[in-house]
């Protein structure tokens, strides 16, 4: 008879060297050791083109991890179809940025772009914002002005300086007499406007009263504030407070009522609540002010069920026949649970960027709300509440595939605290062993997998001098089975996160639709 299947998807837990920069490895992880030393296992690719990103030099992030381990298939994604897009033309004959460009040509009118400023391309590149300058300048828009969230987290921590000297070379290129084109406000992104799932709005308004209303400390330019902020506090980009640039002592370029502004951020999970703000007439979530509307896009639609944004440039991938879609047409009951940091993943980025269920009757998912505290202050994160919330769901014996996702290995990986990281991970393993305890007891298969690598890589080494090191890496991700009652062998093979749906259809013995990846057993 088949047994049901549990998946524990351990976030950002990759394959490091072994090295005084694999916090994976220096971790007491008795559990993940054992599963290693004694379970069918292989290492699956969780980067570039094994997730729908355009090279093997693009590193894998949640999100479209998410997407290949729910559907078993590789979809084009976010900074690929923006390239294809952009090469193409096709983003520029959109109505929408005809719209946008026309409406920006309006007397007192400007066009702003707000994003991420780098090529980490994982929520954003800077191609893109070049891209989108440069069509401006084609097409005669006079007053454009860029707001610019640092990053540190998916490149060099203290990086954010080489991008912004590239913005500042392109805008004085675009310069002339007539044509204003300038850096108009900014801050780290984990301070500012790029908050997620809205655990934190407070972030938010603190974005919107940077970029909107032009509140905040003034200064000259942005590496005048970048080096300021680096002196007097020590933080790395991502945590560097916001500014605004201003000229005769008041601010160069508030976004004004009536203005174009597109948000060129691809990836849709730290896109959503901005956009919100400067989409939704009948916003709650914080006081706008005098804001009564802009000319707003979003570089792609970050939640198609939603429609946030209304207005969009690129079309999103239209994925098919989820691991959902065909759980649900089979009858199985299913589990999903994480905090609200990965809630989305194993919920909407699991079902191919949707939001809500495909059968009520049929799923179940649970948030545990995240605390809103520095993630290396509490680098346990919900790990045990996760585990014990998922062993009550094991025993009720309700459920024939529950899946649940460990945030810390991503998350404190991302805070560049090495010894938070280990302790991180120590209690992935802690949890991990109660769920393998509790799988064994009631008769369950466990798999254990990740969606990319971050802890596994917590130092980079260039010339002999070792940094810390914040952003995702390329190392491949555990897939591990875990049954004592049953023998598996994993077929020789090279595999993605993508082969991982199909393997698990192969354990409920349901046949997978002909798109998919194969399965691993």
């Not at 108009?184 to 407070?202: E, L, V």
């Amino acid at each position: 008879m088949k047994k049901p299947v549990v998946l524990v998807i351990m976030d950002g837990v990759g394959l490091g060297d072994g090295g005084p920069g694999d916090a994976v490895k220096l971790a007491k992880t008795p559990t993940l050791d054992k599963l290693l030393e004694t379970c069918p296992h292989t290492w699956l690719k969780a980067h570039g083109t094994a997730v729908g990103l355009p090279t093997d030099d693009d590193m894998g992030n949640s999100e479209v991890g998410h997407n290949a381990l729910g559907c078993g298939q590789v979809y084009s994604q976010g900074a690929k179809l923006v390239d294809e897009s952009i090469e193409s033309g096709l983003i520029f004959e959109s109505e929408v940025w005809k719209d946008l460009a026309a409406n920006a040509k309006e007397e007192g009118k400007a066009f702003h772009f707000l994003g991420l400023l780098s090529d980490g391309n994982v929520h954003s590149h800077i191609n893109h914002l070049f891209a989108l300058l440069d069509r401006c300048k084609a097409e005669g828009i006079r007053r454009v002005y860029c707001h610019i969230l640092l990053d540190g987290r998916d490149v060099p921590a203290t990086s954010a300086l080489e991008y912004v000297d590239q913005l500042e070379d392109k805008l004085a290129a675009l310069r002339e007499p007539g044509f204003d084109y300038a850096i108009a406000s900014g801050g780290g992104r984990m301070q500012i406007t790029m908050d997620r799932y809205q655990a934190n709005w407070p972030m938010v308004e603190a974005g919107w009263k940077t970029h909107v209303r032009g509140e905040g400390r003034q200064f000259a330019s942005a590496r005048e504030a970048i080096e300021t902020y680096r002196a007097e506090t020590g933080c790395i980009d991502q945590d560097l407070p916001a500014f605004v640039i201003a000229r005769d002592g008041a601010p160069l370029a508030k976004i004004a009522n009536g203005d174009s502004v597109v948000l060129y951020n691809f990836r849709g999970d730290r896109a959503q609540e901005i956009s919100l703000a400067f989409d939704k007439e009948d916003f709650a979530f914080f006081d706008r002010g005098d804001y009564t509307g802009v000319k707003f896009a979003g570089m792609l639609q970050y939640d198609g069920d939603l429609k946030i944004p209304t207005h969009y440039l690129v079309q999103p991938p239209v994925i098919r026949d989820t691991l959902t879609e065909v759980l649900c047409a089979h009858g199985i009951h299913e589990f999903a649970l994480s905090e609200t940091q990965k809630y989305g993943h194993v919920t909407y980025f699991w079902n191919g960027n949707r939001s809500g269920k495909v059968d009520e009757s049929l799923e179940v998912y649970e948030e545990i709300p995240s605390d809103v505290i520095p993630f290396e202050q509490a680098p346990a994160m919900k790990s045990v509440e996760i585990a014990d919330r998922m062993v009550e769901a094991i025993a009720s014996g309700e459920f024939q595939f529950l899946r649940c996702n460990f945030p810390n290995g991503d998350m404190v990986g991302h805070t560049g605290v090495i010894d938070a990281v280990i302790y991180a991970m120590e209690c992935v393993d802690s949890g991990v062993a109660k769920i393998k305890a509790a799988c064994e007891k009631y008769g369950y298969t466990l798999l254990v997998t990740a969606d990319h690598g971050n802890a596994d890589q917590m130092l980079d080494v260039k010339k002999g001098k070792a940094s810390i090191r914040t952003a995702h890496s390329l190392n491949p991700v555990p897939f591990i089975i875990s049954d004592p009652d049953r023998t598996f062998e994993i077929k020789e093979g090279k595999y993605g996160l993508a082969n991982v749906a199909p393997t698990i259809v192969k354990l409920l013995e349901i046949d997978a639709p002909a798109t998919w990846e194969k399965s691993m057993i």
